[in-house]
């Protein structure tokens, strides 16, 4: 009999890492691209738009580096949570929380007590009325408690998130995204075809370095 059996050892190694944001883009693909060479971790790609307005329309990167799922950004994906309570046992990655899939994955976290890992780079400070600001403010709690990692982008993110009560043991703090040597680049809005060429350049060192960080943190939650 070929291929490894359901109860190879080696199986149980493995880790399913499930990534979630808004938007695919050239320098989160070079860390994703770094993830998917890990042999340990099995990555799957969930991404609420292909494109969206205010960038270039012919601009897609989100099957770059294999399928991904497209899940929409208006209302809560039924899919999307049905596998979250189905596949517990897998790990989570959230990008914000910009859209009402991702809300919903947080709110439901707190609520039955499940960690996840959180991504984010320095947020743009707005003003909210008073109902968005409690609503703000529930989800920093959340994520205080919730969020085993904290990944954030830079000191100064870091720095910014301490201030709001996320606790530093659980922050790791990533190089800023300017470090990968990227471009965006038009992209066919045909149907999905495997192999397609990345197009971002080499990723500097240390991008393949947080990448392994990442990886070892990100399953730990």
């Not at 050892?9 to 060479?37: E, M």
């Not at 680049?185 to 350049?201: K, L, N, V, Y």
């Amino acid at each position: 009999m070929t291929g490894r059996s359901q109860t190879d050892p080696s199986d149980a190694k493995l880790v399913t890492l499930n990534i979630f944001q808004d938007l695919a883009t050239p320098h989160n693909n070079v860390l994703i691209k770094a993830l998917k060479a890990r042999p340990d971790i099995v990555v799957k790609t969930w991404y609420a738009y292909e494109t969206l307005p205010g960038y270039p329309q012919t601009i897609c990167y989100a099957h770059e580096l294999g399928r991904s799922e497209i899940f929409g950004g208006q209302r809560p994906n039924p899919k999307v949570l049905r596998y979250w309570l189905t596949h517990p046992d897998e790990k989570y990655l959230l990008v914000g929380w910009a859209n009402p899939t991702l809300g919903l994955l947080v709110l439901l976290s707190w609520a039955l007590g499940r960690d996840f890992s959180y991504w984010t780079d320095h947020p743009k400070d707005k003003n909210r009325g008073r109902l968005k600001e409690a609503v703000h403010r529930v989800f920093l709690r959340i994520l205080a408690e919730r969020a085993r990692p904290f990944f954030g982008v830079g000191q100064p993110t870091i720095e910014y998130f301490d201030g709001r009560g996320i606790p530093r043991e659980n922050m790791v703090t990533c190089r800023s995204s300017s470090r990968c040597r990227g471009t965006w680049r038009p992209c066919a809005r045909g149907p999905w075809q495997p192999g397609r060429s990345t197009a971002f350049g080499p990723a500097r060192s240390s991008w393949w370095q947080a990448a392994a960080c990442f990886g070892k943190r990100a399953m730990m939650s």
